[in-house]
Every structure is written in structure tokens, then in C-alpha cells.
């Protein structure tokens, strides 16, 4: 059995006096794809945030490649080869495409190169000199993943990476982690277009109330559609 890249046992996270995460517990394999579905509020983003270590406390267990990072800063964290993506993008407006690109430090060896970058997303060597303030939410959204993608960093925490986009620009990212996977990466999903997930993901986590309410492979999806439409309400 290969053992995981990233186990949470026990997870709790508060933001100031709000407890939000009540005993989290899974666990991605190396080179998974792996998402967190549940309904907004469920805490799924909260769970990204606390692997990260950005939540104002956090409790329990969350080791990445074996090594327990509950009590490290998040500058720290990241160093370790974890990198998220969040939902805000954090695309800085007076910085082109380039720049932003090259902002991030190397966290280790095996980043992908720029011309590599390129060519997983097309549209962004297209508009390589335009500022932030320039580009469409779909283009911000390759942005925030491949300024990540250069850093070395190989397990990618992702958060809502298709919110908002149109459906061409969802395929297209669908299309990036599944050529990622076959580069070796290991990627946590927060998502909230099923259909999207279904399509990319080895396995499934429902979240509710901030505890993992079941674990769903991919390929019995048909046979727990009933389940899944009562946890999400759809």
C-alpha cells in the first residue's frame, strides 16, 4: 500500500471564536485527484486553509509526506512542497501576466518551466505583457495556477478553480490537471460544479457541518447518485 502524501486525522479549525472544522479526517494518495464536495458553508474551504495553516487555530493532526506540520507557520508550510490556489486569485493589478508568474519563489527543483506553462495555457503566452487589470476571470484563473506550478511545488490545494468561468475555459482547465496528473502531481479539489469534479477526480469527499460525511470513489458515482443529490441538496 503506498503510503499517503497528505493525511488529516482529527482536524479542528477555528476562525477567531467560530469553530468551523470538527475533527476532519482523510487522506490523498501521491498523484491523486481528490475533491471536497459539500454545500456552501460545509468547510471545505476552511479545510484547505487549515492544511495551510492560515486559519487563526487549528487542532489535530495534518502530515504531508509523512512529516507533522500541525504546529508550523504557513510560511513554512509552504515550503514543504504544498501550494493552494485560492478562490480570490490574488492576481496583483500593476503586475503583468509574466510578472505575476515569476513573483512566487521556488519552493524546490522540478517547477515547470515558463515555455511549459505556455503551453498549458495558450491564452496566457498571448498576454504574456497585459496587466492584471486587463485580463478575464478565466485568464486570472490560469494565472493563479500557473504562477504555482513554477514554484516546485507538487501537491496543489485548488479552490473553486471553475466558479464563474465559461464552459470553454472549464474545459480547458479540466484538461491542465488532467495532464498534471500524468506529470506526477497530487491534487485536493474544492468544487462546486460536480459535473466538473466527476470528470477529473479518483475519489470524492462529502464535507458536512466540518466533519467528512463519506468518501465516494469515481467509478461508483452511478451507483451513490441518490446519496450524493441528498448531501448536496440538488
Known sequence: MTEPILQIDGLNGWYGESHVLHGMEFFVNPGEVVTLLGRNGAGKTSTLLAIMGI????????KFKG?????????????????ICPEERGIFASLN???????????????LSVERIYDLFP??????????TKLSGGEQ????????????????????????????IVQQIGRTIEALKKEGFTILL??????????VADRHYVVEQGRVADMIPNAELDANMDKLHAYLGV
Request: glycine share 8%; hydrophobic share 40%; charged share 25%.
Open 55 to 62: 486559519l487563526s487555530k487549528r487542532t489535530g493532526s495534518v
Open 190 to 199: 474544492v468544487e462546486q460544479n460536480f459535473r466538473f469534479a466527476a470528470s
Open 123 to 132: 491564452n496566457l503566452a498571448e498576454r504574456r505583457r497585459s496587466p492584471g
Open 141 to 168: 484563473q490560469m494565472l493563479a495556477i500557473a504562477r504555482i506550478l513554477r514554484t516546485g511545488a507538487k501537491t496543489l490545494l485548488l479552490d473553486e478553480p471553475t466558479e464563474g468561468l465559461a464552459p470553454v
Open 97 to 111: 501576466v509574466e510578472e505575476n508568474m515569476m513573483l512566487p519563489p521556488k519552493v524546490a527543483e522540478g517547477g
Open 67 to 83: 512529516v507533522e506540520t500541525i504546529k508550523m507557520e504557513p510560511r513554512h508550510i509552504a515550503r514543504t512542497g504544498l501550494a
